[in-house]
């Protein structure tokens, strides 16, 4: 059976996944999407929609029961939406190639993960369950380190905490609360800050085979604006630390995936160089967002991580020899942070916009917003990213488009 003939099914309909939705169309395949959200801008360019939860496997699963594209579809993904236990519960319903739920489960589940990991001997920072407040101000007194708080069970940034060891009573409490707002489970666990370079992966996994695909620095500069947040302010792909470490990541990112059971798939990977290597922050069981694999993987390596993904879905093996990287240009990315205030009017330069290096420029703003301090990186106020033939080019073009963003407040 070719493309054409074939049928998937992308949980999620977000911006981030248009292109990927676009370019499955383009590949032969008929798409179909789901997602909560009746405006997702992704249905307008699929062939069908299912109104479900994203993140509730039970309503997309039974949605997809009691439609009639159910057994036409061939392969369940998401791009750019962290829903692996909806994606493989769905996939199971279907009986289709997929990860099975515990490991999705787990690739969700922070303090699991985390476990796995210990167990298999993968370098991961030091981490515990955190019971209650006490038990936070316990944990925090006795290890006299920078600590990062975070849900177990949440994603983009959101409720994600660095706490200095100086912390006082009152932001302990207020801490924990925020942190634990962020969890379904109410559960969190505390891990030792890492120190270091922090790199964002990507990966292909197919059995024993393994490709580290894309290696990206994240720019953390602006730690101290955001703290206690922890919320990147952008990065660039290829890492300055590639390929020299390559080696090293792709080992590490398999070896992070066999320990939680993942055979088949995409593998997003946070990943700081430690002192003696790399360290695992966590691994996710899907795609990348940040229009990472629909943009940048493509534009600096050539490599068209989306076919992967259809076809591992559809219970085909990738071409490996077409996933090795070639890297051709260098990607920037920036993302605006505004600081609070209502906005009176936004302007930004027409010619930055067309510029022909500049892939994306979006605001997520507009006049008449009232502009509330970030707290994760889901509220960040615009995106910027630049291709160019240097590291140089690409970090001085986005900056040059946020700092041409004028906004004046009212
Ligand atoms: N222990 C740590 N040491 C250093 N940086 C960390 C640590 N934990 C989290 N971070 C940083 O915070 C980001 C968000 O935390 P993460 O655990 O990945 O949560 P999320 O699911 O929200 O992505 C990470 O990508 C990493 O950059
Ligand atoms: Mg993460």
Not at 21 to 44: F, R
Not at 123 to 152: C, D, M, N, Y
Not at 336 to 348: A, D, H, R, T
Request: overall charge negative; hydrophobic content about 40%; some cysteine.
């Amino acid at each position: 059976m070719d493309n054409k003939q074939k049928t998937v099914l992308i949980i999620g309909a977000g911006k981030e996944a248009v292109t990927g939705i676009t370019q499955a169309k383009e590949m032969g395949y008929t798409v179909y999407v789901s997602d909560g959200d009746l405006n997702a801008p992704g249905i307008a360019y699929a062939d069908g929609f299912i109104q479900a939860s994203v993140y509730d496997p039970q309503e997309t699963r039974q949605a997809i029961l009691g439609h009639d594209c159910r057994d036409k579809i061939d392969g369940v993904l998401a791009i750019a939406c962290d829903a692996p236990v909806t994606v493989s519960t769905v996939a199971k319903a279907l009986n289709l190639d997929s990860h099975s739920v515990e490991t999705a489960t787990v690739a969700t589940h922070k303090l699991l993960m985390k476990q796995a990991f210990h167990k298999a001997g993968i370098p991961t920072p030091w981490f515990r369950a955190v019971e209650s407040i006490g038990h936070l101000r316990h944990l925090i007194q006795k290890e006299q380190k920078v600590l990062v708080l975070k849900p177990v069970d949440s994603r983009g940034s959101r409720g994600v905490l660095r706490l200095l060891p100086d912390i006082s009573h009152e932001e302990i409490t207020w801490a924990y609360e925020l942190s634990v707002s962020y969890s379904g489970a109410k559960q969190l666990i505390v891990e030792h800050w890492m120190d270091g370079p922090q790199l964002s992966t990507e990966s292909v996994i197919w059995d024993e085979e393994s490709q580290l695909v894309a290696v990206a620095d994240r720019n953390y500069d602006q730690l101290e604006n955001h703290a206690p947040f922890i919320m990147e302010n952008g990065g660039n792909t290829p890492s300055v630390h590639s390929p020299q470490i390559d080696l090293d990541l792709n080992e590490i990112i398999a070896a992070a995936s066999k320990a939680i059971g993942l055979q088949r798939g995409t593998v997003k990977g946070d990943v700081v160089i430690g002192p003696e290597g790399p360290v695992v922050i966590e691994i996710a069981a899907r795609l990348s967002g940040g229009y990472f694999c629909t943009h940048t993987i493509p534009k600096v390596y050539g490599v068209n991580l989306i076919k992967a993904a259809l076809e591992i879905c559809t219970g085909q093996k990738p071409d490996f020899a077409a996933l090795k990287p070639q890297i051709r240009c260098v990607q920037g990315n920036r993302h605006l942070f505004l600081k609070e205030g209502v906005i009176k009017s936004v302007q930004v330069s027409s010619e930055l916009v067309d510029h022909s290096d500049v892939a994306i420029f979006k605001l997520n703003i507009k006049s008449g917003d009232k502009i509330e301090k970030a707290t994760d990186h889901t509220q960040r106020h615009g995106v910027v990213m630049t291709f160019c033939e240097t590291r140089k080019k690409a970090v001085e073009l986005a900056e040059r488009c946020i700092d041409s963003v004028d906004i004046v407040y009212g």
